[in-house]
């Protein structure tokens, strides 16, 4: 579906979603906005200014009162998508907004997909890739730390940087170029030892920002901490405990919890999933066979393994960098090396949660300004940083080029500058309805 001239169709969306609120906030975008507005309300508002007027359904017999709403209107470029764009600001009955979305698509809009006001404020080079997928972050950001990752993204702190690389490779490209086309002439020699070293040195910041660089990526998604120990050490008393609430079964019997229970929960500003694993040991039940299986393998996924055991004496550790706590002190002491709680009492359970907080922060810590957030961008990066290399060992001036060239081609994907096309269902794709 298109307008007459060829512009994109309309499309709508509750940009407030589904869930139950007061107000209801449905965007519109497209040339044929200004349109469907006027048919909806009369005249269209002043641009940017909330005006109250009444939504008309104007396709029956008599016209229908569809609700009393604010509407708002952004005449393009000067709007989020660079579209004419509008906004009705309804009241969020279920019905008003069905009633509304009929009459829209009566009218000839569309429901929007997701991500598609993003993807033609993308089209419209109102933002480039990196900040669009700031803006999805920022709508999933639950914890403060992400909230200011993902604004940072969105203002374009990655970009920026991304970019300043980019202008880099560009200006070596062009002295590598000069080398390929006056080969003969008397080019000065620090030519080409200059384009050498700038190539050097992008390399070497390059390598050095990936190697920086995981920390921003487990905050963005978030953590997964696994509990793990033999039966009955109190694994899923310790889950209940740190979540605040009765999410796992706890039991005196052994071999209680067959399969994985996750909640989320905030550590040192980082969300994390708890992960209650079933307990570790030999077993001829075949249901909790298969339980153990599980459990080593939320081992292996897991960001941090707490392992959990009771007695005095210290089990062989199960992974590296894990945290060693022995429960149950309030029946036998902990030994030298592990970190000794207490469920039942609370002992050392303050303890505890500072040291788990810790370890959210410390692995997801890293660069504060332009961190690297996600694993599309390192692809980019380290296929950069690949032809870089390529072009440091190749001496024909030709090949050398070549390399530079697929370069600032993976550098161009990462901003969307170039070639993108095949990337922009992926990108957009994952953000919500509505945005
Ligand atoms: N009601 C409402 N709230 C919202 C949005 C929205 O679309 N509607 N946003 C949607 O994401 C965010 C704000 N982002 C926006 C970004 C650009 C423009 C915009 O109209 N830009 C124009 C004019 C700027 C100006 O002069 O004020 C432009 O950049 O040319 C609007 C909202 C968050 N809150
Ligand atoms: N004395 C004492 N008992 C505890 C403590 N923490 C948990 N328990 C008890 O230990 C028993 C086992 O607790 P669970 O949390 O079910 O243990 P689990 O490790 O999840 O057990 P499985 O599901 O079998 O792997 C229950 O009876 C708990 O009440 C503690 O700090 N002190």
Request: hydrophobic share 45%; net charge negative.
């Amino acid at each position: 579906m298109q307008e007459s001239d060829g512009s994109p169709p309309v499309i709508f969306a509750l940009a407030s979603g589904l869930s139950r609120a007061a107000i209801a906030v449905m965007r519109l975008s497209g040339k044929g906005s200004g349109r469907i507005v006027e048919s909806l309300c009369g005249r269209l508002p002043a641009p940017r200014r909330a005006s109250l007027r009444g939504l008309w359904n104007r396709h029956g017999l008599t016209p229908v009162l569809l609700d009393r709403a604010l509407v708002l209107w952004f005449p393009g470029p000067d709007s989020y998508t660079g579209e004419d764009s509008a906004e009705l600001h309804l009241h969020a009955g279920p019905a008003v907004i069905s009633a509304v979305a009929d009459a829209l698509v009566a009218l000839g809009a569309r429901p929007a997909e997701p991500g598609e006001f993003s993807r033609r404020a993308f089209a419209n080079g109102r933002l480039d890739l990196m900040q669009a997928e700031g803006i999805a972050d920022l709508i999933d950001a639950e914890t403060e730390a992400q909230r200011r990752q993902a604004l940072a993204q969105v203002d374009g702190a990655q970009s920026r940087l991304y970019q300043q690389w980019a202008d880099r490779l560009r200006t070596l490209l062009a002295h590598q170029e000069a080398l390929i086309d006056f080969p003969d002439e008397e080019l000065p020699p620090e030519v080409e030892q200059g384009l050498l070293d700038g190539l050097t040195a992008l390399h070497a910041t390059m390598t050095a920002y990936l190697r920086e660089g995981a920390g921003a990526e487990r905050l963005r998604r978030g953590l997964v901490f696994a509990i793990v120990g033999e039966p009955n050490v109190g694994k899923s008393s310790l889950l209940n405990a740190l979540a605040g609430r009765d999410a796992a079964i706890v039991s005196a019997r052994a071999g209680t919890t067959r399969d994985a229970i996750e909640t989320r929960i905030v550590l040192g500003d980082v969300p994390v999933t708890l992960v209650d694993t079933a307990g570790l040991r030999e077993t001829e039940d075949e249901i909790e066979a298969e339980g153990v299986r599980r459990s080593l393998f939320h081992v292996k996924q897991a960001d941090c393994v707490v392992q959990v055991f009771t007695g005095s004496i210290l089990p062989p550790r199960l992974e590296e960098g894990g945290l060693l706590v022995c429960n149950k002190i309030d029946q036998q002491p902990a030994p030298e090396g592990a970190m000794g709680i207490s469920v039942l009492t609370h002992a050392g359970m303050d303890v505890l949660r500072k040291g788990l907080a810790e370890k959210a922060r410390a692995l997801t810590s890293g660069r504060a300004n332009a961190p690297l957030t996600r694993a599309r961008h390192r692809a980019a990066i380290e296929e950069t940083a690949h032809h870089i290399g390529r072009a440091l060992s190749l001496a024909w001036p030709e090949m050398r080029g070549e390399e530079m060239r697929l370069a600032m081609r993976a550098l161009g994907r990462l901003t969307g500058a170039v070639d993108v096309e095949a990337l922009l269902d992926t990108v957009f794709g994952q953000f919500c309805i509505g945005k």
